[in-house]
C-alpha cells in the first residue's frame, strides 16, 4: 500500500506538472479554477454525506423487532426484505382504520402505526393476508390491555413436558386444564413483514405529526404528494427450520475459510449451589440425599429482548432467592441430615432448555448429583398474584399411583402445609386428579419418579393475563411506590409486593428446614422484606442501582443496564444470569479475608478448598468520604452449569425430545421516516438525471476532442521562425 500510495503521489505530481505544462502563462487561471472547483466536490461530497442524509431521514433509535426464531419443523417472527421494507404511514388507532389500510387507500403498501390496543390475533391475521402491507410500528398500550394480552400459547411447552400418550395421556396437550386461556399464539406466528415495538412516546409522536401533516385523508380523497413514510430494516438470514439453518452453518463450518453462520442455539447458564457445600468436580455420595428448590428466571414476548417477565419469572425467582438467604443465616444447617440444591433454570419459556440439560447432565454424569440423590423436588412458579393468599400445591397424579411415591409425596404436602401455619399464606392442595402445571419437575419426572411440588397463585388457568408478554410489568404484580421518591429511596422503599413475596420465602424455608431433616423450632427462620423490595427493584426497574453495582465484578459492570430483561438470547452469560448468580453469592456467601490477588488465584491459596467454593472479588459499596469504592472478596457455593439443549450437543436438530429453539443471525436492524414524492415525480426525476448525464458525457467528448482547438496557445506574432 505504501508504494502504490507513493506512485499514486508521484502520479498525481506528474499529471499537475502535464496540466501546467499545458496551461502556459497566458491562461493561469483556468487551472486554478479547475483544481478549486474538483477540491470543493470532492470536499462537499466526503463532509456533508451524512449531514444530507440527516436531512432526508428522521433514525427511530428506541424500537424493538421482532425477530425469526426457529425450531425442528417451524419457522416463527417476522423479517423484512433484504435492502428493507418501505410503505406510506397510516395510522391506526380504531379497528375501522385498518378499511383504509386494507382496501380504500390509493398508495399502498402501507406501513401501519398500531395502537397497542389492537395488536392482537384477529387483527394480525387480517393484515397478514394481505399484499397492502408493508410493515407493521406498534405502540405500547397505556394502561396494559384489560382483558389481558399474551402471545404465548394456551399450552405451553406442550409435547416436552412429562405428559404424552405414554404417560398420563388424559392430561396431555392440556386436556385436562387450559392453563394460558388468553394466550392467542401470536409469538408462534410467521410474518413475512416487518414488525417493530416503539418504545418511545416521543418518537411515535413525531410519527404522528407527520402523518398528521402530510397523511390524513382530505375530504374523503387521498392525500397529497409528498407522503410521510417509514422504513424498517430486518432482514433474517435463516429459513425454514433449525435443521436447515444449522446444516447450512455446519457446512460453511466445514468448507468456508470465513463460514457465514446463519442461526444460534438459544443457550445460557443455570445457576446453582448449595446449602451444604459439594466437590463441584467430583461426585456426590450415592448415599447422600439432595433436595432440589427451583425455579425459572427467563421469560419471553413477541419483540426481541423484551421480557420484563413479572409474575412469569421474577416473582418466583426472587421469592426463591430469599428463601435461600434464610435457610443459610439458620445456625444448624450445617447438621441438616440432607442437603438443599437451589437451582435456577435458564430457557425454559422454550421447551425446558436449562431443565433438560440438567437431567441430561445428571444421567451422563456430568454433573456431581445423579437422578439418584434427589429425595425430592420443590418449584416455585409464579407466586405474586394470590387470591386470598392462597398458594396451591400441584403434585403428578401420574407417579403417585406408584405407594412409595405417594407416601412422600403426602410427606412432602403436610410439611408444607404445617409451616405456614400462623403466617399470611395458606397452602393449599390443588387435587389429587389435578395435573402439573407447565413447570421444569416434569423433566425431571421424565427421567424417573420424583416426589415432588409445584407452588403456584393459580389452581387451574394462569392468574397471570399477561403471560410472556411485554405487559408482564411491575404493575402486573401490584408494585407501588410512593411520588417523589428518588432512585436510592425506591431501591430500598418495602412495598406490600415485596412484603407478600418475603411471606412466601420464609414459608418455603420453613419447610425446606424441616424436609432436610431439621428438629429446631422454625420461627426464626424468616425472610428479609428488604432484601426483597432490593431484588425487585433491581430486577424488574433499574439493574443500574447501587446494591446490584455492590456484588459484581469490577470486570462486568457493563451489564448493568437500566431497563431489566429476562430473555434468554444466544450470547451467554446474559444479565439475568450473571445478577442471580452474584445476588445468590451475596445473600448466602461469607466475606473472608482474602487479597484481590488470593482472591482471584484461590489455587494459590492453601486453605481455600477450591473444589468446594467459588470466590469473587467483588467492586463493594462506594466509601462514603471519597468517589472510590472498597472490594472485597465473596466465597460462595454458587455455580453455573450450561444451558444449551442436548439436542445440539447430540446434533440431533429435528429431536422431538430435546428442545431445538435457534435463533437467526441478521445485519442489521434498524428504523427510520421521511418523505416520499410520488411515482410521476421520481420517474421525471430519474429521466432528467439520466439526460443531464448523457448531456455531460457528450459535451465531455466534445471538449476533449476539440482539446487542441479550445485550449490551443494562440502563435505570438512577433516571433519569427528562421
Not at 445428571?362 to 440423590?373: I, Q, S
Not at 399477561?466 to 410489568?473: G, L, R, V
Not at 411515482?679 to 443531464?692: H, R, S
Request: proline share 6%; hydrophobic share 40%; aromatic share 10%.
Amino acid at each position: 500500500m505504501a508504494a502504490a500510495a507513493v506512485a499514486g503521489r508521484a502520479w498525481g505530481s506528474r499529471g499537475m506538472e502535464g496540466a501546467a505544462g499545458s496551461c502556459r502563462a497566458p491562461l493561469p487561471a483556468w487551472c486554478g479554477l479547475l483544481r478549486g472547483l474538483l477540491l470543493a466536490v470532492l470536499a462537499a461530497g466526503s463532509c456533508q454525506g451524512n449531514s444530507v442524509e440527516r436531512k432526508i431521514y428522521i433514525p427511530l433509535n428506541k424500537t424493538a423487532p421482532c425477530v425469526r426464531l426457529l425450531n425442528a419443523t417451524h419457522q416463527i417472527g417476522c423479517q423484512s426484505s433484504i435492502s428493507g421494507d418501505t410503505g406510506v404511514i397510516h395510522v391506526v388507532e380504531k379497528e375501522e382504520d385498518l378499511n383504509w389500510v386494507l382496501a380504500d387507500g390509493p398508495h399502498p403498501p402501507y406501513m401501519i402505526l398500531l395502537d397497542g390496543s389492537l395488536f392482537n390475533r384477529r387483527v394480525m391475521l387480517q393484515l397478514k393476508g394481505t399484499s397492502r402491507v408493508s410493515g407493521l410500528a406498534v405502540t405500547v398500550a397505556k394502561p396494559s390491555p384489560p382483558q389481558g394480552f399474551s402471545p404465548g400459547l394456551k399450552c405451553p411447552n406442550d409435547g416436552f413436558g412429562v405428559y404424552s400418550k405414554d404417560y398420563g395421556p388424559q392430561f396431555a396437550h392440556c386436556n385436562k386444564t387450559v392453563w394460558n386461556p388468553v394466550g392467542s399464539g401470536l409469538s408462534y406466528e410467521d410474518f413475512d413483514f416487518p414488525i417493530f415495538l416503539l418504545e418511545d412516546a416521543n418518537e411515535t409522536q413525531v410519527i404522528k405529526q407527520c402523518y398528521q401533516d402530510h397523511n390524513v385523508p382530505r375530504d374523503g380523497s387521498g392525500p397529497e404528494y409528498p407522503l410521510c413514510a417509514m422504513q424498517l430494516f430486518s432482514h433474517m438470514h435463516a429459513v425454514t427450520s433449525t435443521v436447515t439453518c444449522m446444516r447450512r452453518s455446519s457446512l460453511q463450518s466445514t468448507f468456508s475459510i470465513n463460514p457465514e453462520v446463519v442461526c444460534d442455539p438459544l443457550l445460557d447458564y443455570n445457576v446453582w449451589s448449595t446449602l451444604q457445600p459439594i466437590n463441584s468436580s467430583g461426585k456426590v455420595d450415592p448415599e447422600k440425599e439432595v433436595i432440589i428448590v427451583a425455579t425459572r428466571i427467563d421469560s419471553h414476548s413477541f419483540f426481541w429482548n423484551i421480557a420484563p417477565g413479572a409474575e412469569s419469572a421474577v416473582s418466583s425467582f426472587v421469592t426463591h432467592l430469599a428463601a435461600a438467604e434464610a435457610l443459610h443465616k439458620v445456625s444448624d444447617v450445617h447438621l441438616l441430615q440432607r442437603n438443599i440444591m437451589f437451582t435456577f433454570f435458564q430457557g425454559e419459556t422454550f421447551d425446558y432448555i436449562g431443565s433438560s440439560r440438567m437431567v441430561y447432565d445428571m444421567e451422563k454424569d456430568k454433573f456431581p448429583l445423579r437422578l439418584d440423590n434427589i429425595h425430592s423436588f420443590v418449584e416455585l412458579n409464579q407466586v405474586a398474584l394470590r387470591n386470598d393468599s392462597i398458594l396451591w400445591m400441584h403434585t403428578d397424579p401420574v407417579s403417585r399411583m406408584n405407594e412409595s411415591v405417594e407416601v412422600q409425596v403426602r410427606n412432602l404436602l403436610d410439611i408444607l402445609s404445617n409451616s405456614s401455619v400462623g403466617a399470611s399464606v395458606t397452602l393449599q392442595e390443588a387435587g389429587y386428579s389435578q395435573p402439573l402445571p407447565p413447570s421444569s419437575f416434569q423433566r425431571f419426572l421424565r427421567a424417573r419418579h420424583i416426589p415432588g411440588v409445584v407452588l403456584t397463585d393459580h389452581k387451574t388457568a394462569f392468574q397471570n393475563r399477561y403471560y410472556q408478554s411485554m405487559y408482564d410489568t411491575p404493575e402486573n404484580i401490584r408494585m407501588q411506590y410512593p411520588e417523589g421518591l428518588s432512585p436510592e429511596e425506591t431501591l430500598e422503599y418495602v412495598t406490600d409486593t415485596a412484603k407478600s413475596l418475603a411471606e412466601v420465602a420464609t414459608v418455603v424455608a420453613r419447610a425446606l428446614y424441616r424436609l432436610a431433616g431439621g428438629a429446631n423450632n422454625t420461627s426464626a427462620i424468616q425472610a428479609d422484606p428488604k432484601t426483597v423490595s432490593r431484588m425487585l427493584y433491581g430486577f424488574l426497574i433499574k439493574m443500574n442501582n447501587s446494591w446490584f453495582q455492590s456484588i459484581i465484578k469490577p470486570d462486568i459492570k457493563g451489564i448493568l443496564g437500566d431497563v431489566p430483561q429476562h430473555y434468554v438470547a444466544v450470547s451467554s452469560p446474559v444479565n439475568t444470569t450473571y445478577l442471580v448468580q452474584y445476588v445468590l453469592a451475596n445473600l448466602t456467601g461469607t466475606v473472608v479475608n482474602l487479597t484481590k490477588e488470593e482472591c482471584l488465584n484461590p489455587d494459590k491459596t492453601p486453605s481455600s478448598e477450591k473444589e468446594m467454593y467459588e470466590y469473587a472479588w467483588v467492586q463493594g459499596s462506594l466509601d462514603p468520604n471519597s468517589t472510590s469504592r472498597v472490594p472485597y472478596c465473596v466465597r460462595s457455593t454458587v455455580h453455573l452449569s450450561k444451558a444449551l439443549s442436548p439436542a445440539f450437543e447430540l446434533r440431533q436438530w429435528g429431536s422431538t425430545e430435546y428442545s431445538t429453539w435457534t435463533e437467526s443471525r441478521w445485519k442489521e436492524i434498524r428504523a427510520r421516516i421521511f418523505l416520499v414524492a410520488s411515482k410521476e415525480l421520481e420517474i421525471i426525476t430519474l429521466v432528467v438525471g439520466i439526460a443531464i448525464l448523457i448531456f455531460s458525457l457528450l459535451a465531455t467528448y466534445f471538449i476533449n476532442a476539440k482539446a487542441d482547438v479550445l485550449f490551443s496557445i494562440p502563435r505570438d506574432p512577433g516571433a519569427v521562425a528562421y
